[in-house]
Every structure is written in C-alpha cells, then in structure tokens.
C-alpha cells in the first residue's frame, strides 16, 4: 500500500514595524525582560488597543502579493484562552472576516513549477515568551516583552506533498515576504515561524487521513526534518495497520522527533466572537490601489535591472536576488566602490559561504558592504593582491575592522617597487639554477615553481603579475 | 429550536473553560440557576431573525487607527510591579503544563 | 455654612469669588463624608492626604487667577472601576484587593488637569456586575434615604456619596443602567453619554460594547459641567467618537415649546409599581405644561431587550475578566502547583458569585456548538432594539419613561433569584444596546419617601437635547431642594 503525505503550512511572521499592532511599545529585538511594554500590551484593566495602521497595510500588501481576494470590511475578534505568555488571556487576532482569501503563490521544486493555494491572510497580535526551567523547577518565567508584536498568519492549503514541496514553499515564502519588506524573517530570532499539518492518504484517493499539527519548529531545517519524520512515522503506523489520531505534536529537538501535546479531542475551544474595543476596517478600492502601488520592486524586476544596469551575467543576477537582503547587499556594496563583477564574485564566494555556515542574513554578517567595498577597491588600486585579499575577508570576518586597518597593522600592502622584486628574482634563480635550465630547456611548468618560491619570499605580497614579467625577463635575457 | 437543558457535565464543562474550580456540591445549584436563566433568556428564540444583520457594536464607526511611532514603555519596575511573583524582572509563574 | 452641601456650579462660583478656598470645601466634604460613612458605607478608600494637596494646588492656581476650569478644586468622588494611578483600583473585587494601576484612566487625565479633587473611591457591585451593590466583594453600600434598602447599582457608592453631601459630584459607569438606576433610588441626577462620547480608556471593562463612564450630580447643570469635562474624542479608544464638543451648559435654560416627548407605551405595561407611573405621568404633564408635546410611541421589541442585553454583556464579560488569573497582577491562590490550578483557584476565590454566573453564561453563549443559538441570536436581535429607536426618532425628539420598576427596595430582598435582579434593569438597559443617551431625573418621592427618577432619552450624540429638556422639568419641579434625613 502506498501512502502520500498531504501538508499545509500556517506561517506567523512578525511584521516589521516599529511599534507593536495595539499600542506604542518599540518591537525592537533582544531588549531587558519586559522593558517592553505598556498598559495596552501588560492587558492591564481598563487599557485599550489602537490598530497600527502600517503592521494593517503591510498585511494588505502581502495578501495583493500573494494573489489573495481582499476583504472589504475586515473586523479583529478573540480567541479566547489561557496562558501566561497572553497578557489578557485572549488573543486579538482575525477568524471571521481575515484581510485576504484564496490566494496562490508559485514555488519551483527541483526545477518543477507548482502552485500551492493559500487559504487567507490575516492579522493577530504576538504572545510574549514563558522561559521553561531546564532542570525540572517548579515555575516558569514571563517576559512580555513580545506580546503585541504585530504577527501576520498566512495560511496555505495543503497542497504539498512531500518534504521538497514544503521546504521550496517555506523559501519562496520567506524570499517574497522580505521582498514586500513587511517582515525581516529572521527565523533564528523567531520572527518567522512555520507550523506543519501532516496527514497521509492512499496514493490516488481524495479522502485525508488524520491530521497531526505540528509546532515549535524554528527553523527550516528543523521543520525539514520534522516533516520527513512525521512522513516515517505515519507511514510506519499505516502500514502496520494502527490508526492515527488527530493530534498537535512538538518537535523535540534535543530527541529528534514530534511527541504529542494534545489530541483534538480535548482541543481547546477559542470561542472567537467580535472584539468589541476594535472598530470594523473597509479596504475601499482606492486605498488597495494605493498599497498596489507601493510594493517595493520584486526578484522577476530587480533580477532584469541588476543584468542592464550592472552588466551583471544572469547567473550572477540570479544568485545576486536570490534574496532581498542579499540583493541589497550587492547594491550597497556597489554604492561605496563600482566594480559590479567583482563585487558580485566575492559576494557568490567568500560572503555566500561565510553567511550559510553561520546560519547568518548578510545584514547581521561583520563584513558590512562597506569593508568588502573598500576591500575590493585596495585589490582594483593594487594596494593587495586577490590572495592576500581572501585573509582580509576572514580577518574581517572575525574581528570587524576596516581592511585599509587590517592591511596597515599587519603590513600586507603589496610590494610593487620593481627594484625591489627584481633582486628578490635574482636571488630565487641563483640558489635554484637546475629549475632555471630546465626551463630554458622548455619545462614552462616549472616557472610556477619559482613564482611560488618568490611570493613565499615575500609573504604573498609581492604584486604577481610583476614578478612573473620580471622573472621571465630575467630568465630569456640571460 | 427546542431548548435543552444545560447538564452538571456542562456546568464543569464550563467551569473548566472558565478557569473556575468549582466544588462538587456547587454543581447542582449552578446547574439550576444558570438553567433558569437560560430558560429565560431563551424567549428570543420567538424572534425571527433570519434575515437581520448582526450588531456588535453600538455606533458604526469604522478606519480607526494609530500611526506607527513609537511611544515611551512603562518602566520595568511599574510593570512588574502588581505582579503577584516576579523574578529578575520576569513574571514567576507556576511550571506550565503543555497538556492543559 | 455647610459648604459641602453646595451644588458644583454654586461651589465653583464661590471658590472664583474666593468666598472659600478649595482646601475649607475638601476638608468640609470630607467631614461629612466621615460622619455619614458609618452610616451609608459608599467608599471603599478615602484619599485624605493626597485630597488636601490638590487642594492646595487648586487653591494656588486659583490664587494666581490663570487657567480656571469650572472643576477646579472641586472634590469628586471615582467609582471603583476608573484606573487612578498609583492608588488602588479594585473594581469591589477580591481578585484585585491590592491593584494599583500605574496609569490614568484618560477620563481622571482630563480632570486632573482640570484641578479636580479626589476624595475617594466609590463601592459598587463586583465589576459592576449588579443592580444593588451588594455584590461589592467588601461591603453592602446602604440608601441615604433609608438605611435598609439598597442604593441601586452597579455605581451605588457615587451615587449614595452624592445624595448624601460626601461628595460634591461622583462619576459612575453605565453599562445598563448603573448610573441612572442609583441616580433613581438616591434621588440624584445621572447621565448615561452616548457611546463614544467619552473615552474608555482606564474605565476596567465589564462589556465594552455598552460601558459608557457618566457623572452622578445633584442637579442637570452640574451634569452638564461634568460632561463639559469629560466629553471629547480620545486617541487611545478606537471606539471613542471624533465629534465636536459643544457646550452642554448653554443648553440649560433653553425652552422646551414644540419638544416631542415620545412615551413608549411598552415602559408602561406590566411590572410597573403604580407609584412609580404615576410620578413619571405626572412629571411628563410638568413638560407638556411647559409647552413641551407628549406623542405615544411604540418600541416593539423591548420584551427582548433583557436576554439580548445579558447575553451581549455576558459574553463580553467572560473574556473580558479572563486576564484576571493570577499572573501578572492581582490576587493570585496559594500553593498553585501548574498554571491551571492557579488560573482555577486564584479565580474561584477571586470572583464571588454574580462575576462567576455571568463568566459561565457568557462562556457557554460563546461556545462551539452555542454560538449561533445563542450570542448569534442576541447580537441580532441587537439590531431590531437599535431599529426600534431609529423609528422612534422619526416621531420624537426625546423619549420619557421610567428609570426602575419600583422605588429602591430591601438589602437582600432579590439576592436570592438573580433573574429578577436582572428584570429591574428592563427601562435603562435598550439605551446602551442602541448607544444612546439618557439621564435620570428625580421627579418626586414614593408615601415611604423614597425618591423615584425620570429618566429621558435622546438619540446618539444628542445630550443637549436631554440637559434642555432635563433642566427645564427640574426647574419646575424642583425636588432636588429635598436632602436624605442623615
């Protein structure tokens, strides 16, 4: 019997506002426990929401982008329950009216174009954070630091089918939410999050079998993972005859696989009625139009730009716009030197593979578009050969200093004085006599011998193409 | 629609999605009272409203929003500081059961 | 001279002729506050000390004759549901016994600006859930006018405060009539804003889509002054109206010829205490003689109006008191060992017996499988109560009914059976399922000497409609010269 995994995906981004949904707090990252927060977000007595009309318009702008139908008259409502991290015990988010429907968005797996169906878009607020003892204590610690923060929920239909599909739509996703500059996305500060529904049919069936729900993933690997095990595992199930319940799972990390949390049977009910502190809010054509017109310029547009105005190939350009952060890198870095070639050829090297074993957006990356710039100008001006720049970048890459710092304190500075370099050639061909005949013998492979001789002479400093006309030179006069 | 009677499994039903925790013998007496209410309330099924739109508000007002600039937080001690338990500035609470 | 019984128009006058000083009427009004506390037990804190530096203050600004507001250093008594910055606020509920809010409601922003005076909070019933005040999770607020009955609810301690001179005026909260029911049994003046008129913001919410925050005065020009005060649009409440303020006082003194009165024939059909007709009849002749012309109209839908408003308030309830469970403020159970024991306990001994009624009901209205048989059905039968008065003000100007069923009845009389609690709220509740606005009137006294109230209704945003029609009657009548036999 063959079975086919059947997955929808909720996605929870944080949008990127500077202020939460319901009140004026600052969204900023990383600040004191519950330094963050005012009356609105404490769910003090009494306090009030006001509605942030930037995080309401950044959700618009991702249901146009994602071919949603808008609603015209969206209300917020609440979803009602209890946990320490939801200041109020309820939560106002959207369940009868959401800003956007049945929406669609393209994902390419492995070279094949899909389509995955999203079922709406909405607008809530955030929880705050419960720190849970590692060691078994008695009591949990809450900072509210987070509650409020405008979090968007899309939706998509389970229209996947297996884990390819499911990481290529968490990307695309991803990709084109940092595109529409709504969210920043940086899942390792949680400020993208995916949970998973999972079910198994009969290949050729429509009936969907039990579902499981799974949270608590942060991070695309980890809900890869997930995913081909959850598949496993109700596969394994299915196979063996069991039945499977439908269940919310959590991935455990530490003992890599899901466990279950609840079973639907006990499922909470949210009893989800119209808030009534929030006023209804009509999307008129005109104000749609509006944020139509506002979406910033997307991969397909930018993609086309960075090949006619930078005279960038297309698969530089590709990789270039592969991500908005990366794209804006790229351009950055052209702001400060203009050499789009080379600039993209460390960007493809030295930088992508820098930023993907440290798990790193570019805008978090020491190496700022300012030090690679100035980089790549002391390599144009010839101030540092290609080589020695590759030690600036890791140099860089730990410590952050500027490269004309780490060059001037470290004396890298490429050697161009020909006096210089030519009595280091004279004496390389005097201790090394053999070589030198059999090149004039016609062994041209052993020059490579001497250059290398040369620049371990000079620490890697000496300029190359210097010391290879002057060897030559050297070598046929004599 | 024919009215059924709220049962004592409702009553703790609902107590528990309430967060009340009711004693055993405060099951029937709340099960009676709140019974007669509902039985009371229970006269506007005699309306027909199927063709009236719902009113959740009072007035109609609609577009309410504030702009996106941040305003100052509470200072960390006023927000912590009706908290029944606190711990380096973080809200103590009791160890929370996933399964609830 | 007793100062403390001046009105707040009178006593403003005299404290800008400086004939006092705020600090000689705070310190009578607290006098008299203390002597009759023992008595009508209408406050559940008294702010002495910090009442006499803002008395000071206001007699400091008074003094150098700048920015002087009619309320400036006045003293006004809070019910206990308005957040007050670093003093308590517990709403008459154990679960917040020790709550300090760290912020002003906007409402106590405004007046302190303005200079007022806070003598105290007032007693009411838990969460204003009641229509007695003997649901105050404290102690039992008693009628000045007779010590064994209740002085009606949910604002009862304004109310009685200000019946009884221990406050120059009060404000309350009505969210089904909890400001013009006390009024009523207390034989003062009590105003029920349109919804959005005055903001919410620090008003703890019972069922937000009806709370409205209204004074308790001894007469209409001093509701008028208090609403001057309060009324306006507010940022921080996306439900408060941006409309222009006019100045409601200019509307007193204005004549009532040619005003519609409408009298809905379904106010006065069963259920109402022959006495109570009566004095309402005769106060609705007092206008016609005034030129006014009474019209019979008809809102059908008003044996509706009790189970659609309890059930729209209830659900609102449960969740809005479910952020009372012990986390991160207020009262929280002992030896809790997981978070839903301390959610469970904190709140069964928290809440008493009212608060826990309605949180179930409106649970279970909510609830999967109940919502349409039951929330559903009442916010649509919502829309047939407003539509009721939409037609009504095609006819009429103002509508003039009564305010309660019966003059104030005994401490425990219907403690035991809430239902008919609830029924007495039957002519106060349809006003804030439609957001209108309405005031409470007194318009004369019961053989037993109980003071009755009148109450008048105006469409949204029409409060100088019933201050012209309020203070015209009231002029005329004049009852408001009668004080309780404290």
Known sequence: MEFEPVIGMEAHAELATKTKVFCGCSTAF????????????????????????????????????????????????????????????????????????????????????????????????????????????AESLVDLN?????????????????????????????????????????????????????????????????RAEIKNLNSMRTALKCIEYEIKRQTDILSNGGKLNQETRLWDEASFCTRAMRSKEQAQDY???????????????????????QIPELKDAKLARFIADYGLPEYDADILTSSKPLATYFEQCQKFHNNPKSISNWIMTELLRELKCREMEPDDCPVTPRHLACMIKMIDEKTISGKIGKQVFSEMLTTGKMPDVIVMESGMSQILDEKEISAIVEKIISENQDTVESIRAGRDKAMAFLVGQIMRATRGKANPQLVNQILKDKISIK | ?????????????????????????????????????????????????????????????????????PQPSLPVDKAIANAPEVEDNYFRVPKIIQEM | MDIHTLTLAEAGKQLKQKKITSRQLTQAVLQRL??????????LSIAEKTAFTQADEADRRIAEGGDISPLTGIPIAIKDNICTADAATTCASRILENFHPPYDATVIAKLRRAGVVFIGKTNMDEFAMGSSTEN?????????????????????????????????????????GSVRAPASYCGVVGLKPTYGRVSRYGLVAYGSSLDQIGPLTKDVKDSAIMLNALAGHDPQDST??????????????????????????????????????????????????????????SLPHTEYAIPCYYICAMAEASSNLARYGGAHYGYRAKNAGNILEMYSKTRAEGFGTE????????????????????????????????????????????????????????????????????????????????????????????????????????????????????????????????????
């Open chain 1, 30 to 137: 990383g600040a004191a426990p519950n330094t963050q927060v005012c009356p609105v977000c404490l769910g003090l007595p009494g306090a009030l929401p006001v509605l942030n009309k930037t995080a309401f318009e950044y959700v618009i702008r991702t249901a146009i982008a994602l071919n949603c139908t808008i609603t015209e008259k969206t209300v917020f409502d609440r979803k009602n329950y209890y946990y320490p991290d939801l200041p109020k015990n309820y939560q106002i988010s959207q369940n009868y009216a959401c800003i956007g429907y049945n929406g669609w968005i393209e994902i390419n797996v492995n070279g094949e174009k899909k389509q995955v169906g999203m079922d709406n878009v909405h607008l809530e607020e955030d929880a705050g954070k419960n720190l849970h003892p590692e060691t078994g204590g």
């Open chain 1, 146 to 210: 987070r509650a409020g923060i405008a979090l968007m929920e899309i939706v998509s239909r389970p229209d996947m089918h297996s884990a390819d599909d499911a990481l290529a739509y968490m990307e695309t996703l991803k990709n084109l939410l940092q595109y529409l500059e709504v969210s920043d996305c940086k899942m390792q500060e949680g400020r993208l999050r995916f949970e998973v529904n999972i079910s198994m049919r009969r290949k050729g069936e429509q009936k969907l079998g039990a």
């Open chain 1, 271 to 293: 009893r989800y009625f119209p808030d009534p502190d929030l006023v209804e809010v009509h999307i008129m054509p005109e104000w749609q139009e509006k944020i139509r017109r």
């Open chain 2, 1 to 69: 629609m024919s009215l059924k009677r709220i049962s004592p499994d409702d009553v703790r039903h609902v107590a528990l999605l309430s967060r009340l925790r009711l004693a055993e013998e405060e099951i029937p007496p709340y099960t009676d009272v709140l019974n007669s209410i509902l039985e009371y309330f229970a006269k506007l099924n005699e309306l027909d409203t199927s063709s009236v739109s719902p009113t959740s508000h009072s007035i109609e007002m609609r577009n309410v929003f504030r702009e996106d600039i």
């Open chain 3, 34 to 43: 203390k002597s009759v506390e023992p008595q009508i037990q209408a406050f």
């Open chain 3, 136 to 176: 105050s999770g404290y102690k039992i607020t008693r009628n000045p006018w007779d010590r064994e009955r209740i002085p009606g609810g949910s604002s009862g301690g304004s109310a009685a405060a200000v019946a009884a001179d221990a406050a120059i005026a009060a404000l309350g909260s009505d969210t089904g």
């Open chain 3, 240 to 297: 408060s109206a941006n409309v222009p303020v006019p100045d409601y006082t200019s509307a007193c003194g204005k004549d009532i010829k040619g005003l519609r009165i409408g009298i809905p024939k379904e106010y006065f059909a069963e259920g109402i205490d022959p006495e109570v007709e009566q004095l309402v009849k005769n106060a609705i002749r007092q206008m016609e003689s005034l030129g006014a012309l009474p019209i019979e109209i």
């Open chain 3, 355 to 486: 608060v826990k009624r309605r949180i179930m009901l409106g649970t279970y209205v909510l609830s999967a499988g109940y919502y349409d048989a039951w929330y559903l059905k009442a916010i649509k039968a919502r829309t047939l109560i407003k539509r009721d008065f939409e037609l009504a003000w095609e006819k009429t100007d103002i509508i003039a009914a009564p305010v309660v069923p019966a003059p104030a009845f005994k401490i425990g009389e219907k403690s035991a059976d809430p239902l008919t609690m609830y029924l007495s709220d039957i002519y106060t509740i349809s006003l804030n399922l439609a957001g209108m606005c309405g005031i409470s009137i007194p318009c004369g006294f019961s053989k037993k000497g109980l003071p009755v109230g009148l109450q008048l209704i105006a469409n949204i945003f029409k409060e100088e409609t019933l201050f012209t029609a309020a203070y015209a009657y009231e002029q005329s009548a004049g009852f408001f010269n009668r004080k309780p036999p404290l």
